[in-house]
């Protein structure tokens, strides 16, 4: 039997029962840090409610959802702060759930966050398990649990609900769901400006697949030679006869196979090709795709009456903009004037570098091209703004593949010890979210 060959079909496993593990484990490691932060802010006499639904952006999103657009404050120094720099999804979600239910619009901003923390991590797992199995997955999952700003996840903050619009739009993507990816990805869109990083990987697969369809059998033969991602779009995998050798281990040694239900398109046996779907329905995906942050910008910019543009100069209000990582390299730089501070410098340098180095090996372990494109732009416009700098590690919370090299690693140990590793982090991540969260600067 080549790789060429249909691999036998094994039984199919519901969607949630398969990624509960994960999200059992990634309800506990959020548990964790909301108990760490009720005690730290007991200790303080702050209220953790408050901190988590009363603060910095929360309160933006809030008074949108309760007032509508217009609001803004001008400070002393000339800039104007605009809630028109908020993307609406967050508020009409509060705005929404406080009409159906009894909770306030911050009751129901916090409810929308951990709703959306769970279907997003439901969502990384879904995309982890599809490129390298159900053990990836789950660690996938808890990595991004514990980051240290994962706190951030259990807020009336944005980052929750496009991380899981984004992930399961790349989902969509990756089994060949074209118009669903397009639909998500109009509302990652309408959530983030860093939606556009799911419109781009919605339209580089998309004509990527219709390169593909042009080139016919070429595809095969150029599988063996791609220096990215397989042409099916996903990480590459062991052949028919290693798959047959290989027996459930009990070692925690990881899965690596996909499960068969996720690599299978209706009405066929062999593998899902995304480049297969109808035109019609690739085309319709990518048209959906960028509808979301378009329409928004538009009407932002006719709101204010400075045309297409006119949201970058509500973002200037805020001084935020673009600028290569000028801003950020010289506020790193900055931190080298004296001792104490020169730590941070260079444990900043050390982070940046370990996100563009996990980045680089995920491109070496052929991470699929979607994947890839979404990562690069988030980190790109994470990094490369000149934005609050306190806020960075929350702004890159979403690009969540970048973890997938380090999940591969922690799925490689044994179960005993990749528990015992993951919940030491667990409680560094829990008492540092305490810490940051019951701080002066914004999450």
Sequence with gaps: MTDLETPVAAP???ALRRAAPALLGYAAVRVLGLLALAVWSGARGKSAYTLLTARWDSLWYTRVAELGYGYEVRLPNGDVHSNLAFFPLLPWLERLLHALTPLSYAGAGLTVGLLASLAAAWGIFAVADFVYGPRVGTCAVLLWAVLPVGIVQSMAYSESLFTALAAWSLYAVLTGRWVTAGVLAALAGLTRPV?????????????????????????????????????????????????????????????TARAPHTTRTPGTTGTAHPSGAPAWRRVLGMLLAPVGAAAYV?????????????????????????????????FVADKFTSFPSALAGAGLIAGVCLLLWLYVIGVRQRQPFPLLVYTGVV?????????????????????FP??????????????????????????????????????????
């Design 298 to 330: 538009l009407w932002v910019g006719h709101r204010t009456g400075k045309g297409p543009l006119g949201y970058l100069d509500v973002q200037a209000g805020w001084r935020n903009g673009f600028d290569g990582g000028y801003a950020f390299a010289r």
């Design 12 to 14: 199919r496993v519901p």
């Design 195 to 255: 939606g556009l990083a799911v419109v781009a990987a919605v339209w580089t697969a998309g004509v990527v697949s219709f390169v593909r369809d042009r080139s016919g059998g070429v595809q095969d033969r150029s599988e063996k030679h791609a220096p990215g991602a397989h042409d099916d779009g996903r990480a590459p995998e062991p052949s028919s006869a290693a798959r047959a050798r290989r027996v459930p281990q009990t070692t925690g040694a990881p899965h």
């Design 379 to 399: 980190l790109a416009l994470a990094l490369c703004a000149s934005s609050y700098f306190g806020s960075k590690p929350r702004l890159l919370m979403p690009a």
């Design 402 to 443: 970048v973890l997938l090299p380090l999940a591969r690693a922690l799925a490689r140990a044994r179960t005993s010890r990749s528990a015992l590793v993951t919940a030491c982090v667990a409680a560094a991540s829990a008492t540092y979210g305490a810490f940051w969260l019951n701080g002066s600067g914004p999450p």
